[in-house]
Each structure stands twice: as C-alpha cells, then as structure tokens.
C-alpha cells in the first residue's frame, strides 16, 4: 500500500503531530486503566485497534442493508467494477478494497476478502464494504462491529423504496456511540416517481436519523445504478444526462472538499478520540455499578458486625440476670446460715452443741441443703443458653449472606440475570468470579457452623472449661470434681467453724458473753466466706463467659474476613479507576476540541494537490468517474 495512506507527519502540521503525540499518551493511560479494572478482551483489543489505527490508512466503512445497493454505490464511488453485483447479498464477507498497482483478490486468514485495484480513489483511501446489517448469518454483524470503532469515516448506504429500516436504526444507535463521523446516502432515489417523493423520503430519513446522530446528519440521493450506466454510456448527452440524473456528483464533490489532506488527517485524529470516550463512558457506568455493588457488600459486612455487636450487647445483659440467679442462691444461704447460728449458737443449745457431728450435719441440712445442686443447674442452664445464642448467631448470619447472595446474583451479570455473555470473559468477569468467591467462602463456613454444631459437644466443652475455672477458685486439686461439689467444698468448711465452738462450751458457762461472742464471730465468718465464694464465682463466670463471647465473635470475624478485605480493597481501585476515568474523559474532550477548533488552511486547487482525492472530469465525459 502506498505510504500516503497513512497517517504520516508528512500530512500533519506542528500542532497536529503534538495532538497525535497527546492522543496516544491517552490510549496508553486508558489502557492501563483499563487493564486494572479488568476490561473484557473485546474493549481491550478495541482500543488496541484504535490507536493502531492511527498509523494504517484512512479507513471509509460502506454500511447498510444488503438491499441498498452498497456494492453498486462503491464501483460508483471507485469508478471502477470493484465489486460483484445482484439482487441477493453479493458481500458475504467483509471486503477491505485497497489501492494496487494491479487488480487482485485475495483471502486473509481473518476471513476478510481483500481486493486490490489501481483506482485512482483508492490512492488515499481505503474502502471496507461490509455484509449488510441483516445479514442471514450473524458473524457478519460481528466482523462489522470489528471495523466500525477502526473506522474514520462512515457512509451509511438506506434504499429509498425501504428507507431506515429497525435493522438499519439499530445499527446507526450502535454506531452513534463510537463518535464517528456518519454520512447518510439515501441510494436507488430512481425507483422514486417525482421529486416530491425524494423529498419526502429524505425528511423521513433526516427526521430518524437525527435522534439516533445529533442534528443536522448530511444526506446525499443518487442513483448508483445510473452512475454506473453513465460510466459505461460513451461520451456525449447520454453520458452527461445519466451522470445528472444519478446526483452522484454531489457526493463526489462533498467527499474531495472533506477528505483532502488536511480533512483526513482531522478525522483520522478524532476517530479514536471516539473509541477512547465510548470507552471511558461505558467504564465509567460499570465502575459506578461496581461502586454501588460493593457499598452494598460493605453494608452487608457492617449489618453483621451491628448484628454481633447487637448480639453482644444482649448477651451481657442476659449474662448479668442469669448471674444474679446464682448470687441469689449464695445469699439465700448466706441468710440461712444468719438463722442457723441464731437459733443453734445460744445456750439452751448447749447440750446440742456437744454433739459436734450432729450440728455439722444440720449445718449442711438446714444451711448448705440443695444450694450446690441448684448453684450447679444454673450454670448448666447458663451454658445451655450460650451454646444456643453463638448457634442462634450463625444461622442468622447465614440466613442474611443467603438473601444478599440472592439479590446480588445478577448485579453485574450472573448467570439468570439475563445478561450473562456480559460477564463470562466481559467487564469485570475477574472481579465478579473473586466477588462471588469470598461469598461462597463466608456462607460456607456459616453453613458448616450451623450444620456442624453439636450442641451437646459445645456444652460439654464449655461445661467442662467452667468447672476447671470454679474447682480452682474452691481450692479442689482435682478438676472432675463437679460444680456442685466444689461449692460444697467451699461452703462445708464453715461447719469447721461451728463445731470449734463447742470447745468454748465449758468457758460459756463460766461466762455468759463468751457464746453470744462465739456466735457473732461464726456469723462473720460465714458471711465472709460466702460472700467471697460469690464474688469469686461471679468473677470466674464473667471471665469465662466474657472469653467465650470473644471467641464466638473471632470465629464470625474469621469468616469474614476475606469477604470485607476484599469489599476495602476493591472499593480502594473502584475509587481510583473513577478517578482516572473522570480525568481522562476531560482530557479526551479538551483534545477533541482543540482538533475540531483547528483552522483549516485555505483551500487551493485540488488538482494541484497530488493527494487530493480525484474528481470527476467535466459533465460532458462522465466515464473517469
């Protein structure tokens, strides 16, 4: 191909090789945005061509539907049979038409059909004709998408006995998002009967058109069919009328004003501006719904540390009601044990007081009595009633990370949400597979907790646990011994005091306030020693529970913690992505004006430009056309 196709500085002025040097600094910037945000392979490879496209020939993509007639507008356009012919899609391929010192046809590997010819169009510029936009097989769409975001210049073929169809309107929305520069070509305008008829088929067309490209699309009518016969009549009226009567001129002419040097080079410059900004836009909108996501997932992450915070909370305060239970039990005792020495420690008691087995078993009947038993099935209850609450936790986590897995499946695409392809190697397929991930971790482990709690195994465990702690504060060496055994313990040595009284016996009667001294002292001590064994119980059940509370809390944080590490970190690169994206997207429009604010040089003589595009000779002999 020559090296006047591209864009080389020889065609660029001193500002337009900076803006080019600016454009690429931005593709490399966006890229690698991009790149971090874990684009699809599709956008990558789209702003890969894009910029590439800056060094490859100036690109004019011929769309439309296979009926418009596009292959008989291009030989038109070229001058030349470049192209097959006939009522059914003669393009079942996508054709690149270059320029060559001799006409040839090849087949590339992509499936591309690539024509050379020596037309003297084609010096400048290379032609894509595409499969129609309803073409019966859908890769054709496919291969065209591929070259619309390369493209630098559109010309969108509409028949004016099928004048924008929904196939042609929805491909032109597809197209309006890229940016580029569309000219509409209303084709067959001859199977039209008046000029009233042209007329209002182009108002049709503009009135459509408009809302899909901005105001004020161009719009050409011709007749490529009458073009190509003024091309084959010989020279003469024939020749001058049919040229006429195709309007192709006027394109023509249009084309060699706006595609000179100076235009190509223009266009060539905002095309990947084009690319760039539909890309940031588009990833700006998927980090936005990525950002929502993830604010979403820390709410998740917050509402169940509130929910163990809240569990927390009411924990301690059933903690401390069920802990007043058992200090009732001891001061019940306590004030037994006031009556008891009352109505033993005095004299008439004396004789009794003798008999020092039989006061310590009515010590340990009246006053002891069932107060280890009952001390022992409150703290079995209060085991019971934490085992139950930690696994109570658990299925409410797990419940709640069932729902937001639920209402988040298809947030970003999942399958079932309707827009799977989006996800399976798109945008952010990286990003939703690790999301996804970390939640099928946390609800595994909430799911095992749940399924996996042996409540009678916790029981035991935490059972066990209490009474090492509560065999230690009653002194017993051996950790088997019960709960209501180690009270015991405690609260039976008081019966040691009792029965050291009766040695005080024989002094009482030689002295009546020796006993009630005796007596005095016997209740001080007791209410000492029970007094301590509550406190050192309430304190040996607090520590423990408060460990046991700690504990159920690290095991939930464990769990979830990849999930809120992972929620920070991609919040973190949300953050910073729009960041870019946001400054990128007014760099990329400061550079799209400065292009479009270009002056144009003043215009000279086409034909005393070489690379002017090459016009019509006069009326007269339409056949270098």
Request: charged fraction near 30%; include cysteine; proline fraction near 4%.
């Amino acid at each position: 191909m020559s090296n006047a196709t591209s864009l080389s500085p020889s065609i660029l002025r001193e500002r337009e090789v900076e803006i080019l040097a600016d454009e690429r600094r931005l593709a490399e910037t966006l890229g690698a945005c991009l790149r971090a945000f874990q684009s699809s392979a599709e956008d990558a490879e789209t702003l890969r061509r894009a910029t590439q496209s800056l060094e490859e020939p100036f690109l004019l993509v011929v769309a439309g539907e296979f009926n418009a007639g596009k292959s008989a507008f291009v030989n038109a356009l070229v001058g030349e049979p470049v192209l097959a012919e006939g009522v059914t899609p003669t393009t079942a391929r996508v054709t690149l038409l270059r320029h060559g010192e001799t006409a040839a046809t090849r087949q590339r590997p992509d499936g591309i059909e690539e024509i050379t010819h020596p037309a003297a169009f084609l010096r400048d510029i290379a032609i894509v004709d595409t499969p129609g936009t309803n073409a019966v097989l859908r890769h054709h769409e496919q291969l065209t998408a591929e070259f619309i975001p390369r493209s630098d210049f559109i010309l969108f073929v509409t028949s004016a006995d099928r004048p924008f169809t929904e196939s042609e309107r929805a491909f032109l929305d597809r197209i309006r998002a890229w940016g580029k520069k569309v000219v509409l070509v209303v084709n067959k305008v001859d199977l039209l009967r008046s000029a009233d008829d042209v007329a209002e088929v182009v108002a049709f067309v503009r009135q459509h058109s408009a809302a899909l490209l901005g105001a004020g699309p161009e719009i050409f009518t011709l007749s490529a069919l009458k073009a190509q016969h003024a091309r084959r009549a010989s020279a003469g009226d024939e020749g001058v009328r049919l040229w006429e009567e195709s309007r192709m001129g006027g394109l023509r002419d249009y084309l060699t004003r706006t595609l000179d040097d100076e235009g190509r080079a223009r266009l060539k410059l905002l095309s990947p501006l084009g690319v760039m900004q539909r890309l940031i836009l588009r990833y700006t909108e998927e980090a936005a719904k990525r950002e929502s996501l993830l604010d979403e997932d820390a709410r998740t992450a917050a509402n169940i540390e509130a929910q163990l915070t809240a569990h927390t909370d009411d924990m301690r305060e059933s903690f401390d009601q069920r802990l007043r239970a058992i200090q009732a039990i001891i001061l019940e005792m306590r004030a037994r044990g006031d009556r008891f020495f009352d109505d033993t420690v005095r004299l008439g008691r004396v004789p009794d007081l003798l008999r020092r087995e039989r006061v310590r078993a009515e010590f340990e009947r009246q006053v002891v009595g069932d107060a280890p038993a009952e001390i022992e099935a409150a703290v079995r209850e209060l085991i019971d009633w934490m085992v139950e609450r930690e696994h109570r936790l658990w299925q409410s986590v797990n419940d709640y990370l069932g729902r937001r897995r639920q209402s988040s499946a298809s947030a970003l695409g999942a399958p079932g949400g309707g827009d799977e392809e989006h996800v399976i190697g798109g945008i952010g397929a990286g990003f939703d597979f690790n999301r996804r991930s970390v939640l099928q971790r946390v609800a595994t482990a909430s799911e095992r907790a749940v399924r996996a709690y042996d409540r009678e195994e916790e029981a035991s465990q935490l059972a066990s646990s209490l009474r090492g702690a509560v065999v230690a504060t009653a002194g017993a060496g051996a950790v088997a011994v019960g709960l209501g055994v180690g009270t015991a313990i405690v609260i039976g040595t008081a019966a040691a005091d009792i029965t050291g009284i009766t040695a005080a016996v024989v002094i009482a009667t030689l002295g009546l306030g020796l006993l009630p001294l005796q007596r005095h002292r016997a209740k001080t001590q007791f209410d000492e020693r029970t007094r301590k064994l509550s406190d050192q119980l309430t304190t040996t059940l607090r520590e423990q529970f408060e460990r046991e509370l700690e504990a159920a809390a690290q095991r939930l944080r464990e769990a979830l913690a990849p999930y809120t590490r992972f929620v920070r970190i991609e919040r973190e690169r949300v953050t910073e992505t729009r960041a870019t994206l946001d400054r990128l997207a007014g760099e990329t429009d400061a550079l799209r004006q400065r292009i479009e604010r270009q002056p144009r040089a003043p215009r000279t003589d086409p034909a005393a430009s070489a690379s002017a595009l090459p016009t019509p000779d006069a009326p007269p002999t339409p056949a270098p056309v």
